[in-house]
């Protein structure tokens, strides 16, 4: 995998890279401490990673993710900063970046995320090769509409980033059991559907309750700063309650103690409707 480093902490830097070298993560292709001189040199080396700093002087991390994002979707983009802001850290999902390392930079953590999107990269690569080979094809297959359906839902958690999130493969996986038998929330309580996969029902609903509440405050934080934003109007109700939105929002502003809720019976069957329409 060919790595990019966007910081203006040279310390920071040399440990990004004595990382990846010594984890054997990949291939560093450049380095840069700006946003400007990284953005042509992205475009001309096309990296498969840019690890990016999220506050840097001039074009910071967002800015340069999103003008890159605007010219090739073919970079993964991974914040670092030790801004714990959730409104920022939101920003960042909603720009595009895939997952966020916190400095001080631990090196477990790095690896971790790193080797995430490795195998990010190559599931990707391997499902466009399987795209190829059935696109001739005049018969809709099994594997296409699989991959349909994953490509819904990745872009889904993508956009009220929860990509990476421990619980998303879990959602993944009740969502694709519901669609591949017909089957709604409607038909499970959570421990009931939650059975199906691990008798540790309790740790599995947990990790998606906490995955799900993660995408509501990503998006009441979308909505504190625009209200008609795109993606809070696209998922505050399908997956969601704006009403409970709304709570968490002022929960964020500090107006009120009480955080907003989620239904994760509603938050499954949205995300299934979306696969539904798609498929």
């Known amino acids: 995998m060919r790595i990019y480093i966007v910081e203006d902490d040279n310390n920071v830097m040399k440990h990004l890279s004595h990382i990846i070298i010594d984890c054997d993560l990949g291939q560093i ?46 970079v993964q983009f991974v914040m670092i900063s030790q801004v714990s802001s959730k409104e920022m850290i939101g920003r960042a999902y909603q720009s595009g970046v895939e997952y966020y390392i916190s400095k001080p930079i631990n090196a477990l953590e790095t690896q971790s995320v790193i080797q995430k999107v490795k195998e990010k990269i190559n599931l990707s690569r391997t499902l466009s090769q399987i795209q190829n080979i ?46 591949d038998n017909g089957k709604s929330m409607t038909d499970f309580t959570v421990k009931e559907i ?31 700063e625009d209200y008609m934003n795109e993606t809070l109007n696209e998922f505050a109700n399908s997956l969601y309650s704006y009403e409970q939105i709304k709570v968490e929002m002022d929960y964020i502003r500090g107006k009120s103690k009480k955080r907003g809720k989620v239904n994760i019976g509603k938050f499954i069957d949205g995300l299934l409707s979306y696969c539904s329409v798609k498929i």
Do not use: W
Not at 215 to 220: E, W
């Open 29 to 74: 292709v450049g380095t840069a401490n700006d946003g400007a001189q990284a953005y042509d040199e992205i475009l001309t080396l096309k990296p498969d990673l840019v690890l990016v700093d999220l506050l840097m002087p001039g074009k910071d991390g967002i800015t340069l993710v999103q003008e890159v994002k605007k010219v090739t979707a073919g």
């Open 194 to 224: 939650c059975g199906k996969f691990t008798d540790q029902t309790k740790s599995m609903e947990q990790r998606i309750r906490r995955t799900a509440t993660i995408g509501m405050t990503n998006l009441a934080h979308l909505g504190i």
């Open 134 to 179: 059935f696109a001739a094809s005049l018969e809709p297959t099994s594997e296409v509409v699989r991959d349909n359906k994953e490509e819904e839902i990745k872009r889904i958690f993508q956009k009220i980033g929860i990509v990476g999130e421990a619980g998303s493969q879990d959602i993944f996986n009740l969502v694709k059991y519901l669609h």
